[in-house]
């Protein structure tokens, strides 16, 4: 039926890379998770991998390399799941809704993943920023444009610019992953937990879809509840 989602998984993207060099990628990973931080040295990336750190100059030029070369891994699988998503023969509403709980559950499942995306885009050289831009930023923006486009074509959405749209959702995950600490500091919160992730999916639904669905999608929407 047309209304039923495909289950059909799409393929991870697969990157041409040595073992060696994933080991080092997913030895990064796993200690910047451990750690709620992207401060990791070569020496511990190296010991935890089992790699001589000498290898990451080899594969990867430098740290930074290596820290790019992460976050376009991660980047990849979100944007293969983005296209894989803009395919289903369901409604833009439901696209929508999937994809705001997507995109909080990728940052909440790589919590490194917007502090590396700060420090690349702002920290680093202009060509990893540049990089950024393209394996990232554009793809997501584009996915928002044909996204909403389609939306605003059968009706559902009010006309709502791109740019502002991916600057709200993104920028509010942005506050509750890289803010996290100075909330912590101001009103005591904890760290994001599942329960956290799940409460704020069900926020962000809420406020976005209220302020961007026509009055006769939010008709059709209430009435289905």
């Given at each position: 039926?047309?209304?039923?989602?495909?289950?059909?998984?799409?393929?991870?993207?697969q990157?041409?890379?040595?073992?060696?060099?994933?080991?080092?990628?997913?030895?990064?990973?796993?200690?910047m998770?451990e750690?709620?931080?992207?401060d990791v040295?070569?020496?511990?990336i190296?010991?935890k991998?089992?790699?001589?750190?000498?290898?990451?100059?080899?594969h990867?030029?430098n740290?930074?390399?290596?820290?790019?070369?992460?976050?376009?891994?991660?980047?990849?699988?979100e944007v293969?799941?983005?296209?894989y998503?803009l395919?289903?023969p369901?409604?833009?509403?439901?696209?929508?809704?999937l994809?705001?709980?997507?995109?909080?559950?990728a940052y909440?499942?790589?919590p490194?993943?917007?502090?590396?995306?700060?420090?690349?885009?702002?920290e680093?050289s202009?060509e990893?920023?540049?990089?950024?831009?393209?394996?990232?930023?554009a793809?997501?923006?584009d996915f928002?444009?044909?996204?909403l486009?389609?939306?605003i074509?059968?009706?559902e959405?009010?006309?709502?610019?791109?740019?502002l749209?991916?600057?709200?959702l993104?920028?509010?995950?942005?506050?509750?992953f890289?803010?996290?600490?100075?909330m912590?500091r101001?009103?005591?919160?904890?760290?994001?937990?599942d329960?956290?992730?799940?409460?704020?999916?069900?926020?962000?639904?809420?406020?976005?879809?209220g302020g961007?669905?026509?009055?006769?999608?939010?008709?059709?929407?209430?009435?289905?509840?």
């Amino acid at each position: 039926m047309a209304s039923e989602l495909t289950t059909n998984i799409p393929p991870r993207p697969q990157a041409a890379r040595s073992t060696t060099a994933e080991k080092l990628l997913v030895a990064a990973s796993e200690l910047m998770i451990e750690r709620s931080s992207i401060d990791v040295s070569l020496s511990d990336i190296a010991q935890k991998s089992g790699v001589n750190a000498a290898l990451v100059k080899y594969h990867f030029g430098n740290k930074d390399g290596l820290l790019l070369a992460l976050l376009a891994r991660d980047a990849a699988t979100e944007v293969a799941h983005l296209e894989y998503l803009l395919a289903q023969p369901i409604t833009p509403t439901a696209k929508l809704k999937l994809h705001i709980a997507g995109i909080i559950r990728a940052y909440h499942q790589f919590p490194y993943m917007n502090r590396l995306i700060h420090y690349l885009l702002h920290e680093s050289s202009a060509e990893a920023a540049d990089e950024v831009s393209k394996f990232f930023v554009a793809p997501l923006l584009d996915f928002h444009r044909r996204l909403l486009a389609e939306g605003i074509s059968c009706g559902e959405f009010r006309d709502i610019d791109p740019v502002l749209f991916y600057t709200s959702l993104i920028g509010a995950c942005d506050h509750l992953f890289f803010g996290r600490h100075a909330m912590s500091r101001a009103t005591g919160v904890g760290p994001v937990t599942d329960e956290v992730c799940r409460q704020y999916i069900k926020h962000m639904e809420a406020l976005i879809c209220g302020g961007m669905l026509t009055e006769n999608t939010e008709r059709v929407a209430t009435a289905a509840e």
